[in-house]
């Protein structure tokens, strides 16, 4: 069963950084498009950025744009999401995701992706 663990979660003052990485257990040469979604408490879980295989199509939520950036290294089988500016309101529980079966689409739904990780928390202070 494919694993994905993610990392880099923490706490911040507002208008810090911190990156993300989500690594995959295992390799493979199909395909395939991610996506970080988070969780915060009481909230649903919300699609924040995604990235096709190439690396060079990008999807942003509105709450993230020209703040965060997502990016990819498929050779290290590793996502990554910087975020830059953070605000209280970003503290959220942070999970990857993986949509195995496509690969020209960013889905910005939970049922858009197949395999998740168990998520790193984000917590960002005022």
């Known amino acids: 069963q494919v694993q994905l663990v993610e990392s880099g979660g923490g706490s911040v003052q507002a208008g810090g950084s911190l990156r993300l990485s989500c690594t995959t257990s295992?390799?493979?040469?199909?395909?395939?498009?991610m996506g970080w979604f988070r969780q915060a408490p009481g909230k649903e879980r919300e699609f924040v950025a995604g990235i096709m295989w190439n690396g060079g199509t990008t999807k942003y939520a509105d709450s993230a744009k020209g703040r965060f950036t997502i990016s990819r290294d498929n050779a290290k089988i590793t996502m990554y999401l910087q975020m830059s500016s953070l605000k209280p309101e970003d503290t959220a529980l942070y999970s990857c995701?993986?949509?195995?079966?496509?690969?020209?689409?960013?889905?910005?739904?939970?049922?858009?992706?197949?395999?998740w990780g168990q998520g790193t928390q984000v917590t960002v202070s005022s």
């Open positions: 295992i390799r493979t040469s199909s395909p395939y498009t």
């Open positions: 995701a993986a949509d195995w079966a496509d690969t020209n689409y960013i889905g910005q739904s939970t049922n858009d992706y197949d395999a």
